[in-house]
């Protein structure tokens, strides 16, 4: 392992959506890799270029959150290992962890019947998360949304939507802010004088774990070998909630606003083709992603790529989760602010920067030395 | 299109394998472009980096070569146009280019029954290579093997294999070389001294047009995001002339060396597979490649990455092997000499650089910054 | 070939969507097969079981029929040419052909701004039909809908829909029908008396010709091996006309129904699992089909099969079309009336039988012997 | 479950690789379908048609064997579970009958040193089956081969395979006899006599679970719907110790032989293409195979399906292991001899009968149908 624990003191992290399985896995996985008992697979931050670059260690880190769901995270932690999600066993070895993190869950909202408007609803998310800080004693705290995809909010609604109360409510508390969904957050016309006040970095938006991730260095390979895509075709199978949620067509669009921008960005023409999110219980945590990709060679010969990957959501979204908490609580050490477009490695949709991942990723290299830096 | 002319002369391109369909998709292809009935689509010479390059104007481009085979040209150009890789009609526009190439053409060697030892060989090839560049005028010529991939010779044979001779003889005519091919060309121990004393550019080794492409962009990515391969294997189809000439174990050995050292070089071990190459002849000139890759995400969940490249390997080589004329005979106009490793982005098994397509395209786009420079 | 000529005249085969890629590759294909230029592939009723069931000949067929489309069958033909689905050059060999039925066609409806009300649509159309007898001295005809797919009618809405009324005239010219669409033709509670009235054969609906067709040959392997299918999922690309139609909900809506019928009746339940049928027009004729099967094998572990289907879809129903033309005009001949289930070989939402392909193959080869007693 | 118990007493399971993964999931599975712990999902042989034909109930099958390994079927169920072949928690809710099956296993051979020639070997192997009858009191014994795939035997070695020694020994121990593996079994003319004077049934070669199971339903929609299968390609990768086992070449011509049989059978022809089988440890105890089929249709023009199979090898193996069991057990019963070719449906290279699956289906609802009428 190679982090530099240069923070004397510990680093919380508050989850929004902190039942859910990404959050679950996070936790889980964090307490599984401190202790020794698996590789960091899938953690970036624990690969050589960022060993002097001081994010907190892993071992620092501080679970708490909110979520509208009861279920305690030593029962979905269960539920996620017979789902083949955690490794047999690893539940009962790391309850204390489980039982720690879920000691500072609260009830979030709104719920159904809450009365309270949006003003109250953010006062009351940052006492919470004000409370964990203070009880936990750590030095700061960053908010990660990782609940599911909210619907977009209609035009003309004067309500902010819940992920954009939850980003509120973060600037209220002092914390920075990373958003794992495509849900609104921060990126709310309403929110946009408080982010520029508060002086804090935030990341987002969206995370890049699957279809999304291989139309970043494919959709590039063709524009360097100056292939002529024409119609780049897509359909997602996905089981667990996130299934449920995105079989709404609303939250569909959403999510899908984000798979397409990473096309036309990258190929600097929209191809015709559809995206299709389809909800399959059946597929439990896991998701299938077909891609077909239609292109023209010399002289116009037809040709065509297809992708099919096969993995759990959760998993790939774990490690990615944890870096991003590691990588802007530093960023908010570092007395960084506003939106770290070096972060669009991790996103679908990211503030800024380019669009093929070979580029992010140096990006996020130059990030880490950076950071180095500024010890 | 943006090629500036700025060689006062024309350049020869001399194909070894110059009835092969890499070679009259190319010579058919050029036409084509240079007469604006297609794009460019698939050349990266043409596109807007290269544009103040030097490179010679495919306009410029006068073809010849070598075969063992002797069906002419304009005949080959109609199989193709029947096998979909030619647009219908094209061969009778452009039958006059077809010809003029046709009659460049002289028998290879050596045939069988054939009683000249290397040196003979060697010096005959020169000459009909020097001869070409005398009767068209030319001011330089630039040899490029795209024959079919011959067996990896026997550690002992005192032989020089016939890839090797095409390319001694290249020296000796005083012409830059690639080769496009798994074959050994100027990669023998006893050419080393030659390739040396000629300070002549030269390129190669074996073009990567489809399932190593895709590998040189995905291993990037599998290892940027910390994922752990833990197993790549690939079947290859194809039919043509290459399919039943890699159906020779030896010459799959040759392919499938360049196949592999993308990945080891790229994930920085060999993960578990293997690559296979089947002779299907019902496919024609097209081809079609599985990839399954099984990794390791975070806490040894396991997923899966499968591929399908079907594509028609002619049309993809061929715009590539027109860049590589191109730029190579730039870079002997420019005076450089030896291994041009910043071509690797045309190469499965190149002379050094970077593995990884991302780095390799930036190398090349220095490359287009240096021969500006040269002018 | 093994058909026997046993009816002394000609067969009239008048097509609803007469310049459709489908009809002209019908009528390409069967001149071309007639003239010996090309084997039956893909014509069951060419097959030795046949030989001696009475079919009229193919080179005793004489085509005619309506659209509301001008392109001339001989323009249509090269288009399909230059896509890939007719070989080269079979345009101009079999231009008489072409040229023939081409002056068979007549304006079918209605019309944009069109003020006849249904029942002078349908004597316009039976008018063009017994006129066709009449001219071209055929003993009897049958009419066939290739049309594009139509919306589904609305539950309230007091016309017919087009294909309704060509299948009224089909009657009204004493002419048996064949629906190888979705849309609804006879199977209109309209129409339910006429049909009755008329003691002519019929056949339909929907051809089966890719995804429908696997799932009928695949869903009865887990049936026949008590595995437990937990949800089929699919994807339709596809362009040409096809695509474009089935981009309108309501059309698509019609095609699902007669997909999902296949599972629902083989399996005996409706596993989990949408079908998406998108408009792709870069794929020209040709059309892709993916299906994701989850299934659950003993002791309830979870496996996957998925299938990838690329074929053309007017290559792949011409010869059913000219299967059925005949088939159904020898049921005619032989007196048979009414719904034909001996045929649900051949279609997605037959009317009665069995939903399994073997089984319906067996139904077919009775119906052959069943033509061969009746003679 | 509908099975009658129609045998006062209890059968015999004598496998053949009793400390394999096979037989492991069928003993382990077994016990949980007869606990209610799991339905009997691809059990055939508990699907109605069977209700009445007398076999014996799972309920009295007792279970042991010959295995060269050692390591205990509770640890191997372990090993299964981790592998995610069995259930959570089974191991430990059938501990019971997995020590009682682990009691009952014996040291099989020839071991390497081991001196006994072929006959000393029988006689061993049959006194441990007879011994086992003996002391659990079966009234009958089957033997069922589900060890690794041997290399294909040497045509000039005079000793009898292993897998021969081992269905030797079931004839004189008078037990029926079922080889669910692609080794010679009873399949050598040196048993011929024997088999033949014992008058006991047996059923093989081959265990139809997978690649080929497809290829017995795809084959025949091809042929009945007058398409050319040009060629026919195949990879399958394997883990486990089948993987292993089959690296070995000759090891993997016996297996290849058995899924080319089946294209030749039904197709009537043997297609371009080959099948490839790879070890790949990292796939544990899963498969994929990939199957690339290029066809023909109307007019020439060329089409592609491809299939993607992702199984459990012993998910798929066990349910129709002990279902085989059962069925010859219940033909030893009903007093049938020599092979089965009604259970062709099982097997890849079967006793002659049908290839394509709808028709082998048929034959064992026929054959369950003659079961009972021997009641």
Same mark, same amino acid.
């Given at each position: 392992?190679?982090?530099?624990?240069?923070?004397?003191?510990?680093?919380?992290?508050?989850?929004?959506?902190?039942?859910?399985?990404?959050?679950?896995?996070?936790?889980?996985?964090?307490?599984?890799?401190?202790?020794?008992?698996?590789?960091?697979?899938?953690?970036?931050? #624990?690969?050589? %270029?960022? &060993? =002097?670059?001081?994010?907190?260690?892993? !071992? $620092? /880190?501080?679970?708490?959150?909110?979520?509208? +769901?009861?279920?305690?995270?030593?029962?979905?932690?269960?539920?996620?290992?017979?789902?083949?999600?955690?490794?047999?066993?690893?539940?009962?070895?790391?309850?204390?962890?489980?039982?720690?993190?879920?000691?500072?869950?609260?009830?979030?909202?709104?719920?159904?019947?809450?009365?309270?408007?949006?003003?109250?609803?953010?006062?009351?998310?940052?006492?919470?998360?004000?409370?964990?800080?203070?009880?936990?004693?750590?030095?700061?705290?960053?908010?990660?949304?990782?609940?599911?995809? #909210?619907?977009? %909010?209609? &035009? =003309?609604?004067?309500?902010?939507?819940? !992920? $954009? /109360?939850?980003?509120?409510?973060?600037?209220? +508390?002092?914390?920075?802010?990373?958003?794992?969904?495509?849900?609104?957050?921060?990126?709310?016309?309403?929110?946009?004088?408080?982010?520029?006040?508060?002086?804090?970095?935030?990341?987002?938006?969206?995370?890049?774990?699957?279809?999304?991730?291989?139309?970043?260095?494919?959709?590039?390979?063709?524009?360097?070998?100056?292939?002529?895509?024409?119609?780049?075709?897509?359909?997602?199978?996905?089981?667990?909630?996130?299934?449920?949620?995105?079989?709404?067509?609303?939250?569909?669009?959403?999510?899908?606003?984000?798979?397409?921008?990473?096309?036309?960005?990258?190929?600097?023409?929209?191809?015709?083709?559809?995206?299709?999110?389809?909800?399959?219980?059946?597929?439990?945590?896991?998701?299938?992603?077909?891609?077909?990709?239609?292109?023209?060679?010399?002289?116009?010969?037809?040709?065509?790529?297809?992708?099919?990957?096969?993995?759990?959501?959760?998993?790939?979204?774990?490690?990615?989760?944890?870096?991003?908490?590691?990588?802007?609580?530093?960023?908010?050490?570092?007395?960084?602010?506003?939106?770290?477009?070096?972060?669009?490695?991790?996103?679908?949709?990211?503030?800024?920067?380019?669009?093929?991942?070979?580029?992010?990723?140096?990006?996020?290299?130059?990030?880490?030395?950076?950071?180095?830096?500024?010890?």
């Amino acid at each position: 392992m190679t982090t530099n624990d240069s923070t004397a003191g510990r680093t919380g992290v508050w989850f929004v959506g902190a039942r859910g399985s990404v959050a679950t896995t996070a936790v889980a996985g964090c307490a599984a890799v401190t202790a020794g008992l698996h590789p960091a697979t899938g953690m970036v931050a #624990e690969t050589p %270029p960022f &060993a =002097d670059s001081g994010l907190p260690a892993l !071992s $620092s /880190l501080v679970f708490g959150g909110h979520d509208t +769901a009861s279920c305690p995270l030593p029962k979905r932690a269960e539920a996620l290992t017979a789902a083949g999600v955690l490794p047999h066993g690893l539940p009962n070895t790391i309850a204390a962890e489980l039982e720690a993190a879920d000691a500072e869950i609260r009830i979030g909202g709104p719920m159904p019947g809450d009365t309270r408007d949006d003003d109250e609803l953010i006062a009351a998310f940052a006492d919470d998360i004000t409370a964990f800080i203070r009880r936990t004693g750590v030095v700061r705290a960053v908010v990660v949304n990782v609940s599911s995809t #909210e619907p977009e %909010p209609a &035009a =003309d609604d004067p309500r902010l939507p819940a !992920s $954009s /109360l939850y980003a509120a409510a973060a600037l209220r +508390a002092g914390c920075s802010y990373v958003n794992f969904t495509p849900s609104t957050g921060l990126r709310s016309a309403a929110l946009a004088d408080a982010v520029q006040a508060s002086g804090l970095p935030h990341a987002g938006r969206d995370g890049k774990t699957g279809q999304t991730l291989l139309r970043s260095v494919l959709a590039p390979m063709f524009v360097q070998r100056a292939l002529d895509v024409r119609a780049w075709s897509g359909t997602n199978l996905l089981g667990g909630g996130d299934g449920a949620a995105l079989a709404d067509p609303a939250a569909a669009a959403a999510k899908n606003a984000g798979k397409e921008r990473v096309l036309a960005d990258t190929l600097g023409i929209a191809p015709e083709g559809e995206v299709h999110i389809d909800d399959v219980p059946a597929l439990g945590e896991w998701k299938t992603a077909w891609d077909h990709i239609a292109f023209d060679g010399f002289l116009g010969s037809r040709m065509i790529l297809q992708t099919i990957w096969q993995g759990c959501d959760s998993a790939l979204a774990a490690p990615l989760v944890l870096d991003l908490a590691r990588l802007v609580a530093r960023a908010h050490e570092a007395g960084l602010s506003g939106p770290l477009p070096e972060l669009g490695f991790y996103f679908k949709d990211p503030d800024g920067g380019p669009a093929a991942l070979a580029e992010q990723f140096d990006a996020l290299l130059s990030f880490a030395e950076r950071l180095k830096e500024s010890k």
